[in-house]
């Protein structure tokens, strides 16, 4: 099992980013998706949530509105679209799902909001 994250840098307020996490090793298509972050001297929060079938959607309230979770099936793809961005969302973005062993998680891509 394999997630890779990419699409991270540094980006100025308001500035948008895509990000991008690969899946490799396991059905992507038959599992729920997350994304997570973890800003500077902070703990884990959760961001966003989407179904297997990219039908059902979940932000936390500190991105609603801002930020838009998708994913491709036929490419095992999942994205994060990051929009308005704050100088607070700076961080380090995880992708992760719950498999039958675990959870797994990709290695993070850096996220820096700053003018």
């Known amino acids: 099992v394999q997630l890779v994250e990419s699409g991270g840098g540094l980006v100025q307020p308001g500035g948008s980013l895509r990000l991008s996490c690969g899946a490799s090793?396991?059905?992507?298509?038959?599992?729920?998706m997350t994304w997570v972050r973890q800003a500077p001297g902070k703990g884990l929060e959760w961001v966003s949530d989407i179904n297997s079938g990219g039908g059902s959607t979940y932000y936390a309230d500190s991105v609603k509105g801002r930020f838009t979770i998708s994913r491709t099936n036929a490419k095992n793809t999942l994205y994060l679209q990051m929009n308005s961005l704050k100088f607070e969302d700076t961080a380090v973005y995880y992708c992760?799902?719950?498999?039958?062993?675990?959870?797994?998680w990709g290695q993070g891509t850096q996220v820096t909001v700053s003018s």
């Open positions: 992760n799902f719950k498999g039958v062993k675990g959870v797994y």
């Open positions: 090793g396991f059905t992507f298509s038959n599992y729920n």
